[in-house]
C-alpha cells in the first residue's frame, strides 16, 4: 500500500517534472513528452474499481487515481506548463500536471472521489465541478463556498459522483485570467451498469481560445472575445489527431466549450443525434436528427453517431475564422483592386514585395511564407490533394471497414473506389 504521503510526492514529481505522463498510480514510469505524438493513444482499462469502458481524451490523457479504502483519489497540481499547439507553436499556459487541459478525470457513478488540488500558481484558485451535482461546500467559487486556495497550498474536495454524465473542471478565481490561460478539464462520470448508453468509440475534447501574438508565448489574458487561436484540448490543426473508426461503430464525442463565444460544429457525411449536455443524458424520445450542434459558452454537448460511411470526414467548427490560426483581425479587403502600379513601385523599396488578397486568399494556402517566430500559418494542413486550407477547431474522422477494434492509429488517408470521386470535366 502506498501512503498518502509518498503518493502525493510521488504523483507530484512523476506529473510536473518536464511535463510527462503517468498512466496509472501503480505505474508512474514517465513516458514519452506530450509534444512528441500528436497520436490519440488507446485508452487504458481502469487499474481498480468498478468496471467501464474509458474515453479517448484528443491529444490528451486520463489523470490516474488509487484507491483509498472506498474512496477514489485523484491529485491535481495547478500550475504554469508548456503546451505545443501544432508542431512549429507552443504557448506558455497555466494547467493541470503538465498540461492545459489538465486530464480528464474518469469515474463511475456512485464513486466517492477524494480530489487533492495543489496550487503552484502565482496566484490564489479553486476549482468548480461544473455540471456535477454536490454539497454547497464543495462548489469550488471563491469567496461564495470557500476561502481561496492560496500558492503553496493544497485542498481536500470530497463527495459522492451521484450521476453519470459529461462535466468540467475549472477555477473561479480571477476566471477571465484563469480560462484565458488554459485552466480546465473533463469530467466523465460513467453509468455504474457499463451496458447502459454504451457505444464502441467514446471521444471527448474541451474547446478553448487564446489570443496569442505572432512571435510570442503567453496569451493577452484581458481579450474578450477576439481571440487568435481557436483549439480543441489546446491543439489547433494538424496539429489535433484524427478520430479513427471503424465502419459500423457507434461512437460517441464529448465537446465541452469553455471559451468565450458558441460553435457551430459539423460533421460531414453522417447524422448524428445530441445523447446528452452537462445537465445528463438527452431521454431518447427527446432526440432528433443533426448535421451541426451549436455548442454555447459553458455547454457540453455529447453527441453520438453510427459511423456507416467509409471515407475521411471533415469535423471542425462552422465559424470560418474559427479554422483559421493566429490571424490579424486588421486586414484590409482588397479582392478586385489592381495593386500592380503601386507593387512595381513599393518593389523598389522592398525587393521582392508581394501583392496578396487581390484575387482571395486560398493562395496563401499553399504558400510557403517567411512567418516570425513560434506562430501558425493562418491557413494550415496538407491532405491529399493539397492544401485543406483549414486550421484550428479542424480535424477529420477517419472511418475504415478494416479499422481494427479498439485501435486509434490514425489510418492514413483514405483512397476511394474507382468511380466515387468528383473529376474535372473534359467536355
Ligand atoms: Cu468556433
Not at 156 to 185: C, I, K, W
Not at 201 to 206: I, T
Not at 317 to 344: L, P, Y
Request: glycine letters at 10%; proline letters at 10%.
Amino acid at each position: 500500500m502506498v501512503s498518502r504521503r509518498s503518493f502525493l510526492t510521488s504523483a507530484a514529481g512523476a506529473l510536473v517534472s518536464a511535463g510527462v505522463v503517468a498512466r496509472n498510480a501503480a505505474a508512474q514510469i514517465p513516458e514519452a513528452p506530450l509534444t512528441a505524438s500528436p497520436a490519440t493513444e488507446p485508452p487504458p482499462a481502469p487499474a481498480s474499481g468498478p468496471p467501464f469502458q474509458p474515453v479517448v481524451t484528443l491529444n490528451g490523457w486520463s489523470l490516474p487515481w488509487r484507491m483509498n479504502g472506498d474512496v477514489k483519489e485523484f491529485h491535481l497540481i495547478a500550475q504554469p506548463v508548456v503546451r505545443e499547439i501544432a508542431p512549429g507553436m507552443t504557448a506558455h499556459l497555466w494547467g493541470y500536471n503538465g498540461q492545459a487541459p489538465g486530464p480528464t478525470i474518469e469515474c463511475v457513478a456512485g464513486d466517492r472521489v477524494r480530489l487533492f488540488v495543489t496550487n503552484q500558481l502565482p496566484e490564489y484558485t479553486s476549482i468548480h465541478w461544473h455540471g456535477v451535482r454536490l454539497p454547497h461546500g464543495m462548489d469550488g467559487v471563491t469567496g461564495l463556498t470557500q476561502p481561496p486556495i492560496q500558492p503553496g497550498e493544497t485542498w481536500v474536495y470530497e463527495f459522492d459522483m451521484q450521476h453519470s454524465g459529461t462535466f468540467m473542471y475549472h477555477p473561479h478565481a480571477d476566471d477571465m485570467v484563469q480560462l484565458a490561460m488554459g485552466l480546465m478539464g473533463s469530467i466523465i462520470v460513467h453509468p455504474r451498469d457499463p451496458a447502459e448508453h454504451a457505444v464502441d468509440r467514446d471521444f471527448v475534447f474541451l474547446m478553448s481560445a487564446y489570443d496569442i501574438e505572432p512571435g510570442s508565448y503567453t496569451p493577452r489574458v484581458h481579450t474578450h472575445t477576439d481571440f487568435n487561436l481557436w483549439t480543441w484540448n489546446s491543439r489547433v490543426f494538424p496539429g489535433i489527431a484524427p478520430l479513427a473508426v471503424r465502419q459500423g461503430d457507434r461512437v460517441r464525442v464529448r465537446i465541452g466549450n469553455l471559451t468565450m463565444t458558441n460553435h457551430p460544429i459539423h460533421l460531414h457525411g453522417h447524422s448524428f443525434e445530441v445523447t446528452g449536455t452537462d445537465g445528463g443524458w438527452v431521454p431518447p424520445t427527446a432526440r432528433w436528427p443533426e448535421a451541426t450542434i451549436d455548442v454555447g459558452v459553458g455547454q457540453m454537448r455529447a453527441i453520438e453517431f453510427v459511423a456507416d460511411a467509409p471515407g475521411d470526414w471533415a469535423f471542425h467548427c462552422h465559424k470560418t475564422h474559427h479554422t483559421m490560426n493566429a490571424m490579424g483581425h486588421e486586414v484590409m479587403t482588397s479582392i478586385g483592386v489592381d495593386f500592380e502600379e503601386a507593387a512595381e513601385k513599393l518593389r523598389r523599396l522592398i525587393p521582392g514585395y508581394m501583392v496578396m488578397g487581390d484575387r482571395g486568399m486560398a493562395e496563401m494556402a499553399s504558400m510557403q511564407m517567411e512567418l516570425p517566430e513560434n506562430t501558425l500559418p493562418m491557413m494550415t494542413g496538407e491532405g491529399p490533394y493539397g492544401p485543406i486550407g483549414m486550421g484550428g477547431m479542424f480535424t477529420v474522422v477517419k472511418v475504415r471497414a478494416d479499422q481494427p477494434p479498439g485501435d486509434y492509429t490514425d489510418p492514413g488517408w483514405y483512397e476511394p473506389p474507382l468511380g466515387s470521386m468528383a473529376y474535372r470535366s473534359e467536355s
